[in-house]
């Protein structure tokens, strides 16, 4: 007499059928390598290897990081690690969505290579667009230096191991490359802006000189071989403790400094469609950081968040700058919108980094256009 399965054997059939689709996605990615361009917003530890006191290699940074303190600038992920991960969803039926299916990106130099070619982060924290931004802190990777070491990448460890010219230029041309870089160039801005009479460039011309030069950074990196591009707005830096704490304003956010950045946002749109008309084969996204990330702090029950306005870590500076070593964050970082006062939560970067895989409103292209284009 056949015998029905037992719930046992149900839990360890529908184990196996998660455990294989697990491995199903890290083995077919939706992209060959994900590189990574930008501040701390972005940094996952390159500054723990230069001298400069912009760290986040401590304690309670990474305190929800399942690998621990990396030197990301955040309780946990980075909205470029929410776009290379994948993810599994178990209901009544296994529900599988991969981002990018990718491993996190390593920092560019780390000093313990991996050989990996499945990406790199060159992201630094405190450094921008302008070759000075940044340097009152020690040295950090402009957006310059990230260009040089990528296409050291490409010349060190990239051409050795693939089989020939073809095979690299169709890996790069598949590959993504994310770009979320001026923030510290307009902090530096709008220190200058709010003291009127140390104002060297009104806000359209400030915005007009980063624009250019982000434009030449990104055709050299066509040249390069690149051709997949998601860059991301500048963000809500108006809304942060930094500014919040040290100018007075009226509601969550300083708004007259938002609109000064937005004069670089508002000119994203225009110089990313003249690239992708201009460079053959490209395809430029822009990812609306700013749009969204100031939706949620000014309407934080849409999201499920509660205090979008004080850091979850006990920071220094009256709450305005980095955390201070060592103490104890709050209980409830999942319900922050900032993790100290300059920098973002998990909480926020999930929302935009899953949202940006199909939601045309957060990210135009879709990362799944652009992988699929």
Not at 4 to 18: H, M, R
Not at 62 to 78: E, P, S
Not at 108 to 130: D, E, H, Q, V
Not at 141 to 156: A, G, P, S
């Amino acid at each position: 007499m056949r015998r029905s399965p037992n719930s046992n054997s149900l839990v360890f059939i529908c184990f196996t059928i998660f455990s294989h689709a697990l491995v199903a996605i890290a083995e077919n990615p939706l992209a060959p390598a994900l590189y990574v361009f930008g501040d701390s917003l972005l940094d996952s530890g390159n500054n723990n290897f230069l001298p400069t006191i912009a760290k986040a290699n401590y304690l309670p940074y990474g305190v929800d990081f399942a690998g621990g303190v990396t030197g990301r600038f955040t309780n946990g992920k980075t909205v470029a690690d929410y776009i290379g991960e994948s993810w599994c969803q178990y209901n009544f039926l296994l529900l599988c969505s991969s981002q990018l299916g990718l491993p996190f990106a390593p920092p560019s130099i780390n000093l313990f290579k991996s050989g990996t070619i499945t990406g790199r982060n060159y992201a630094s924290g405190s450094c921008g667009i302008l070759p000075l931004t940044g340097s009152e802190f020690g040295k950090c990777l402009n957006l310059d230096d990230q260009v040089v070491l990528f296409q050291k990448t490409i010349e060190m460890e990239l051409q050795p191991h693939f089989g020939s010219s073809k095979e690299l230029s169709d890996y790069l041309s598949k590959s993504i490359f994310v770009i979320n870089i001026g923030n510290n160039d307009y902090g530096g801005y709008l220190v200058s802006y709010v003291s009127k009479p140390n104002l060297m460039y009104t806000p359209q011309a400030f915005a007009q000189l980063l624009k250019d030069i982000l434009s030449q950074r990104l055709e050299t990196l066509y040249k390069l071989g690149a051709r997949k591009f998601l860059v991301f707005e500048i963000a809500p830096i108006g809304c942060m403790p930094i500014v919040t704490r040290l100018v007075p304003h009226e509601g969550p956010c300083v708004e007259e400094l938002n609109q000064v950045v937005s004069v670089f946002n508002d000119g994203l749109p225009a110089m990313l469609k003249q690239l992708t008309t201009s460079l053959q084969g490209s395809t430029f996204a822009l990812g609306y950081f700013s749009k969204l990330g100031h939706d949620m702090i000014t309407n934080p029950s849409k999201y499920g968040l509660g205090d979008t306005t004080d850091p979850c870590c006990i920071a220094a500076n009256n709450g305005a700058w980095t955390c201070i070593p060592g103490l104890v964050s709050c209980s409830d970082g999942g319900r922050h919108a900032f993790w100290d006062g300059m920098h973002l939560t998990e909480a926020i970067y999930s929302t935009i980094g899953t949202r940006c895989f199909n939601d045309s409103s957060v990210c135009s292209p879709t990362i799944q256009q652009l992988v699929q284009g």
